[in-house]
Each structure stands twice: as C-alpha cells, then as structure tokens.
Nanobody, 127 residues
Framework: QVQLVESGGGLVQAGGSLRLSCAAS????????MCWFRQAPGKEREFVAA????????YYADSVKGRFTISRDNAKNTMYLQMNSLKPEDTAVYYCATDRRIYYSGPYYSPVDMNYWGKGTLVTVSS
C-alpha cells in the first residue's frame, strides 16, 4: 500500500515563502520521478514541478520557474517544494504524486502519468 502525505501548507502573505514536504511509504521511492501538481478552485489540476528518480534533473511549469525549487531525499523517502516570492495566483491545493514510469527522466508529466497521489495540502497566498 503506497501512501503519500503532504505537509507544510498554510496562509502566507504575497512575497512570502513556504516549504512543502511529501513523505512516501510502501514503495521503492528512489526508482520513480516525483511531481507536484496544484489545483485552484474552479480550475483543472496543473503540473508544478517534477524531479527525476535520482534527483539529477528537475522540471518546472513556466509560472513557477525561478521561484520554486523541488528536491528529494531518497534516504528519507521525502520530497520537498520550496516556494519563494509567492503570489496570490499560487493559491491552490498542492498534491504530490509518483510517476508510473520507472526510471523516467524526461520533461513530460501529466496527471495521467501518475499512479499514486497524496490528499493535498492547502496553500493560501493573501495579497
């Protein structure tokens, strides 16, 4: 049974920072890329960032590039998302997910490529 548990969300003012964590269990964490997605009210779930299985490459949505940093610690089965210079439009529920493609290192990630999801953590950025 694979479990993903996000933490670190909350309320922050525009320009502030938050660090999200995603703790994984029940699977060989280090063989798969991990991703962050987000979903704002009334909008579709969108890709935020991905990090490949060994942490060697990371990919970002254009909307967060230069502000967010994804990382992982395979020894701790944990992934992180450092979010700086937050904007009100970053307000959403943030989900972590595991890619279904073992050792995939490419730049393309969509919800259909994920096979496990966390329940999400809410990030609210006030103006």
């Amino acid at each position: 049974q694979v479990q993903l548990v996000e933490s670190g969300g909350g309320l922050v003012q525009a320009g502030g920072s938050l660090r999200l964590s995603c703790a994984a269990s029940g699977r060989i964490f280090s063989d798969y890329a991990m991703c962050w997605f987000r979903q704002a009210p009334g909008k579709e779930r969108e890709f935020v960032a991905a990090i490949i299985w060994n942490g060697g490459s990371a990919y970002y949505a254009d909307s967060v590039k230069g502000r967010f940093t994804i990382s992982r610690d395979n020894a701790k089965n944990t992934m992180y998302l450092q979010m700086n210079s937050l904007k009100p439009e970053d307000t959403a529920v943030y989900y972590c997910a595991t890619d279904r493609r073992i050792y995939y290192s490419g730049p393309y990630y969509s919800p259909v490529d994920m096979n496990y999801w966390g329940k999400g953590t809410l990030v609210t950025v006030s103006s």
